[in-house]
C-alpha cells in the first residue's frame, strides 16, 4: 500500500514536471517567435511612424500625402464594396495567364538553348536584341497590333515574364554538374531520360527562382498596363483616383500592389522549398 502510494506520488510529480517543462518550451517558442516577427516587421513600423508624424506636423500638404489614417479608411471603404477584389481579380488573372503562357515557352525554349549550341547561335542575337527593351515601351505596339482589350495586356505580361525565365533557365541548365554529363555518356544514357533525370532536376532551383523572378516581372508590368489602357485591374483603380484627385486611394491601390506581389513569392517560395527540397540553402548568419 505504501508503495503504490509512493509510485503514484512519483508519477504525480513526474507528470507536473513534465507539463511545467512542455509550458515553458512553448513560452520560449512564442517568445522567440515574437521577437523575429517584431524584428521583421521593425522597418514597416518605423516608416508608417515616421509617415504618421509627418502628417501630424503637416510638413506634406494632405492633397500630396495623406495620413495613414486617410489611406486605412479609403482602403477599408474599397474592400467593403468588393471594389478593389475586383480589380485584383482581373489583375491577377492576367498576371498568372500571361506568366503560364511565358514560362511554357520559356522553360521549353531555355532547355532547347541550354542544350544544342547550333540552338543558341540561331536565337542568341534576337534574344539579346530584345530582352533589354523594357515591356512597357512595348505597349504602344501592343494597343496598335491588339487593340485596349486583354490580348494587349497579355502580350506585355508575357514579354515581362518570358526573358528572365528563358535566360535563367539557359544559365540552370549550363551549371549543370560536368561530372554528371561524363557519367551519363559512358554509361550511354538516352538523351531523354539524361534531360530527364540529369539535366531537369539539376536547373530545378534555377527554373523555380526563375518563375518567381518572372512572375514579379509580370505582375509590375500588368500594372503598368493597366496604367495606359484598360477599364479595370489595380493599375486602372490607381489611375482612376488620380484623375479624381484620390491620393488616399492612390497609395491603397500601391500598397495592394506590393501585398499582392509579396503573397505571390512567399506562395512561390514554399513551392520552391517543396520541390527542390533536397537543396541546403544558406540561410545567412
Given amino acids: 500500500m505504501l508503495s503504490s502510494t509512493i509510485v503514484t506520488r512519483w508519477l504525480q510529480a513526474f507528470g507536473s514536471s ?20 517584431l524584428h521583421y516587421a521593425s522597418l514597416p513600423i518605423a516608416a ?75 536565337t542568341d542575337l534576337m534574344l539579346e536584341l530584345l530582352r533589354p527593351i523594357p515591356p512597357i515601351a512595348w505597349i504602344p505596339l501592343a494597343i496598335l497590333w491588339f487593340g485596349i482589350g486583354e490580348l494587349s495586356k497579355l502580350f506585355i505580361i508575357f514579354l515581362g515574364a518570358f526573358f528572365p525565365i528563358v535566360m535563367n533557365v539557359i544559365s540552370g541548365i549550363r551549371q549543370t554538374e560536368h561530372k554528371f554529363v561524363e557519367v551519363a555518356r ?22 523555380m527562382s526563375s518563375l518567381r523572378l518572372g512572375l514579379g516581372i509580370a505582375w509590375m508590368c500588368v500594372v503598368a498596363a493597366e496604367l495606359i489602357a484598360a477599364s479595370s485591374g489595380v493599375g ?13 486611394v492612390v497609395l491603397a ?6 501585398v499582392v506581389g509579396k503573397a505571390m513569392d512567399v506562395a512561390l517560395k514554399r513551392l520552391e522549398r517543396r520541390v527542390v527540397e533536397w537543396k541546403v540553402i544558406y540561410q545567412g548568419e
Fill in 236 to 248: 486602372y483603380l490607381i489611375m482612376d483616383a488620380r484623375q479624381l484627385s484620390r491620393p488616399d
Fill in 48 to 122: 508608417l511612424c515616421l509617415w504618421q508624424l509627418t502628417s501630424v506636423l503637416d510638413l506634406v500638404p494632405a492633397v500630396a500625402m495623406p495620413s495613414p489614417a486617410q489611406v486605412a479608411r479609403a482602403f477599408l471603404e474599397l474592400v467593403r464594396t468588393g471594389e478593389l477584389l475586383r480589380h485584383v481579380a482581373m489583375s491577377l488573372a492576367r498576371v498568372l495567364e500571361g506568366t503560364a503562357a511565358a514560362a511554357a515557352l520559356g522553360i521549353g525554349l531555355g532547355i532547347g538553348v541550354g542544350l544544342s549550341r547550333r540552338l543558341e547561335r540561331a
Fill in 186 to 207: 559512358i554509361l550511354e544514357v538516352p538523351r531523354a531520360r539524361f534531360i530527364r533525370h540529369v539535366i531537369v532536376p539539376g536547373a530545378l532551383p534555377v527554373i
Fill in 253 to 258: 491601390g500601391m500598397i495592394t500592389i506590393g
Fill in 18 to 37: 513534465r507539463a511545467e517543462g512542455n509550458a515553458s518550451k512553448r513560452a520560449h517558442f512564442a517568445l522567440a517567435a515574437g521577437r523575429r516577427a
